[in-house]
């Protein structure tokens, strides 16, 4: 379980998004490109608005994702946090929302690529999100 | 540029003059110190000069010139902000600039990860100019990759889409952990050293090509630098250089009984291999005994 959802596009009315990680190129391991064509319908839906996600902290977050001439779409992406205009991030809160997005990806995406192996380098590294969740 | 300031434990052990130059587009910074013919001495992933700080007082002292270029995107030098800056050609060119712009010949090249490719790179492309080489955890050739570069744990995990730019990014995972990871001495290593590559790697965009270099390292034979390496290696067969290797015997990304074999099988007029304590990063725990080796070395050296 993530706490991790696509949902759809909600109103940006008085709201910012806040830019928090990108990609430049995320078909380095294709199989994260395909995850994302699928999980967005991205062949159908193109450049024509972000993809959106429901975090663990309750944040939505846009995936906004890039065309490069002479990659396939998308080539990168960016994850921005929608948050009321004028309010600052809460940092510690978007770095967890942060590793329970990438948790979702990696599961989503699958084969080799676990959520124990993504679990086990976050620990190798310390990452706090991943720390806690040992806790 | 943000300015960059070290902490006092590593200031206290690198009281090199800094010198820049431009170099095909972008500030390097590197150090020159001493006199005699060149020994210029390159750094890979995350490191910087300060990976050579026990090699200038004995090189300097046995009457060479010592050069230590950082790496666009590394140590004191600029940091470019897009991946599509960073290529292996793109930084060849980048030496290639910085020595020719020094007019420096005679040079012996010492390569490490990937200062291996780079600095094998610029001696391929400019014969007349380089006298001898040494090489340490490094590779020249297309595949097949290192058991640990094919490892889902930790390795691809780590550089992957999106998990690059958070682990490596957002949390500086290789500089402040990777490198003490491969070191045999981590608490000497902490006490230190560990500041030194952390410290100037501040903000998560000043860490890119943490990430975009694994993603160069030709996996299959679909890789962008597969021609490039191909010709490193080409190049290496007919290489009849004075060289040295020297590797860690505890190396566990580039395994002497493999690498450091092929790079004689290639070089067979290499001295060594020489094993030293040390794992990937063996200047940290061997630095005084590898420089030494290589001012032997260099003493036989027409």
Not at chain 1, 4 to 26: C, H, K, N, T, Y
Not at chain 2, 31 to 47: K, M, R, S, Y
Not at chain 2, 117 to 138: D, E
Request: aromatic fraction near 10%; glycine fraction near 10%; charge should be neutral.
């Amino acid at each position: 379980m993530t706490g991790v959802g696509v949902i759809a596009p909600p109103s940006l009315d008085g709201m910012r998004l806040g830019f928090v990680l990108a990609e430049d190129r995320l078909g380095h391991y294709g199989e994260f490109r395909d995850f994302f064509v699928r999980t967005f319908d991205l062949d159908r839906i193109g450049l024509s608005r972000p993809g959106f996600l429901r975090a663990p902290s309750g944040v939505t977050y846009a995936l906004v994702f890039i065309g490069r001439s002479g990659d396939a779409f998308p080539s990168g992406v960016e994850i921005h946090a929608v948050v009321p205009a004028l309010e600052p991030l809460e940092e510690a809160a978007v770095d967890r929302d942060l590793w329970a997005i990438l948790r979702w990806i990696v599961g989503g995406v699958g084969g080799a690529w676990t959520v124990e192996a993504l679990e086990a380098t976050g620990q190798l590294f310390r990452i706090p999100a991943a720390v806690e969740g040992l806790a | 540029m943000p300015a960059i300031t070290l902490p006092d434990v590593i200031r206290q052990q690198w009281l090199f003059a800094p010198r820049f130059a431009r170099v095909n587009g972008w500030e390097m910074h590197y150090v020159d110190e001493g006199a005699g013919d060149p020994v210029v001495l390159l750094h890979g992933n995350p490191t910087w000069g300060f990976l050579y700080r026990d090699f200038v007082a004995p090189l300097t002292e046995a009457g060479h010139r010592v050069i230590i270029p950082d790496m666009i995107g590394f140590g004191l030098s600029e940091k470019p902000m897009r991946e599509h800056y960073h290529s292996l050609d793109g930084h060849i060119a980048n030496l290639t600039a910085l020595l020719r712009g020094l007019e420096l010949h005679r040079i012996t090249l010492v390569c490490h990860d990937w200062g291996g490719p780079t600095g094998l790179g610029f001696a391929f492309s400019n014969p007349g100019r380089v006298r001898a080489l040494v090489l340490m955890s490094t590779w020249g050739w297309p595949l097949p990759p290192a058991e640990f570069h094919i490892r889902m744990f930790p390795w691809r995990m780590m550089h992957a889409p999106l998990l690059g730019p958070y682990l490596l990014g957002r949390h500086n995972a290789l500089a402040r952990r990777g490198v003490y990871l491969s070191v045999v001495d981590r608490a000497r290593f902490a006490a230190r050293a560990m500041a030194a590559y952390e410290s100037v790697l501040p903000d998560p965009a000043s860490r890119l090509l943490t990430w975009v270099w694994p993603r160069w390292i030709p996996m299959n034979d679909a890789a962008r630098a597969l021609d490039r390496f191909a010709w490193l290696e080409r190049e290496l067969r007919a290489c009849t250089l004075p060289a040295l290797l020297v590797w860690g015997r505890e190396d566990d990304v580039f395994d002497p009984a493999i690498f450091a074999t092929r790079f004689k099988h290639l070089l067979p007029q290499a001295e060594g291999p020489h094993l030293v304590t040390g794992r990937h990063f063996l200047q940290e725990d061997s630095g005084p005994e590898i420089a030494a080796r290589i001012v032997d070395f260099l003493r036989r050296v027409p």
